[in-house]
């Protein structure tokens, strides 16, 4: 990875790969969250895994998550809220909390991509390759997924990294992004990222 001369989008970073993140800071207070919880937790710990792989390369990580309609929060009060005691997605926040060199958008709907400034900074960085994870698979990933494609970007959707509140609707929507995308859904630890990296190079 280079560094970007240009900062007038504030993204330091030059990349043609970007990991993506989507609505992995959740409070999972709704129906079916507690279903989910469970699946979330063992994808908390792919994404985690893969998280430290990608970064360590020089791969930008991008948390788009929803507002929860929490119009007057920005993302830090949304991930402290996530963190509280009492709140159900807490062990999910802890476990992918985002650090300080990470990037985020905060989205109104379902795809990262309506209504947001997501499609401006992969531009600034120059992201061409996305790596989209995160909750839930049959919902918010796909629709950034056919976004995405729209868009020409290639995609790569690990099946170990995305879940939904019923496995085979995941299961559905990962063949679906397969089939009609042309996303990899390879799993995780396949994912070969130095070579990838490499290539768009």
């Known amino acids: 990875m280079t ?21 992995v800071i959740n409070d999972l207070e ?15 710990d792919n994404i985690a895994r893969l998280k430290q792989r990608a970064k360590s390369l020089g791969v930008p990580v991008i948390y788009v998550n ?9 993302f830090k009060k949304i991930v ?3 963190l509280e005691g009492n709140i159900r997605g807490r062990p999910l926040a802890e476990k992918l909390s985002p650090d300080e060199d990470d990037y985020f958008v905060l989205k109104p709907k379902h795809s990262g991509f309506f209504s947001t400034t997501l ?67 390879r799993v995780s630890n396949e994912l070969d990222l130095a070579r990838m990296t490499r290539a768009e190079r």
């Open 119 to 185: 499609d401006l900074l992969l531009k600034y960085l120059g992201a061409r390759t996305l790596i989209l994870a995160g909750i839930a698979g049959n919902n918010c990933v796909l629709f950034t997924a056919n976004d995405a494609y729209m868009r020409d970007y290639k995609l790569y959707i690990p099946s170990d990294c995305s879940v939904s509140i019923e496995p085979p609707e995941n299961e559905n929507a990962l063949n679906q992004m397969r089939e009609v995308l042309k996303a990899d859904i």
């Open 30 to 44: 709704f129906e079916g969250g507690e279903q989910l919880l469970d699946q979330a937790l063992l994808a908390a």
């Open 3 to 23: 560094r970007n001369s240009d900062l007038h989008g504030n993204a330091p970073d030059k990349s043609e790969v970007a990991l993506v993140l989507i609505d």
């Open 80 to 82: 402290e809220h996530c």
């Open 66 to 74: 929803d507002n929860f309609g929490r119009w007057r929060s920005d």
